[in-house]
Structure formats: C-alpha cells, structure tokens
C-alpha cells in the first residue's frame, strides 16, 4: 500500500501524464482506504476548475476605478499622523 505523501505525489503527476495501470490502481486502493487524500483529491479538482474558469471571469469584468481618498479623509489621515496616534505608522 502506498503512503499519503506517495497518493499526493501520484495525484499532482496526474495531471500531467497518465499514470501507468499500476500506479493508478495503487492511488484507487489507498483513496478507498484513506481519510485525508480524497479530501486533496478534491481540493485539487477544484483549483483545476478555478483555474479554468479564472480567464472567463477577468475578460467579463471591468477594470476598477481609481482609488481616491476624499479631502475629509486626507485630511483625518494627516491629523492622526501629526499627533502620532497609535496605528498610525512607526513611531
């Protein structure tokens, strides 16, 4: 029987060649067996389907406006930094 680290090793190179019959079979028995590794085997399906949807969903979406701080803001941002109040930088 193959260890945990073996079924994840065999898993990431999956996805880059087709494992020879044995290999596969090997990674059935110890899925069947295990507790963990289906849990990475489906992480894994899902990072794969997220990488492929990823293209499709930045081509569809429109690029953010510039950010800017509103004068009220600016001004809130340097009064604490003149007074040194904590969280507002190194001191």
Same mark, same amino acid.
């Given at each position: @029987?193959?260890?945990?680290?073996? !079924? #994840?090793?065999?898993?990431? *190179?999956?996805?880059? =060649?087709?494992? &020879? ?22 992480? @894994?399906?899902?990072?794969?389907? !997220? #990488?492929?949807?990823?293209? *499709?969903?930045?081509? =569809?979406?429109? &690029? ?28």
């Amino acid at each position: @029987m193959i260890s945990c680290r073996e !079924a #994840a090793q065999l898993i990431s *190179e999956s996805y880059d =060649r087709q494992l &020879p019959l044995r290999q596969r079979v090997a990674l059935r028995l110890h899925l069947l067996m295990c507790n963990i590794c289906p849990r990475f085997l489906q992480q @894994m399906l899902f990072l794969e389907d !997220a #990488a492929k949807r990823y293209p *499709e969903e930045t081509e =569809r979406e429109e &690029p953010a406006p510039p950010f800017s701080l509103t004068n009220n803001a600016k001004e809130k941002i340097k009064k604490a930094l003149a007074e040194g109040r904590p969280g507002s930088g190194p001191n």
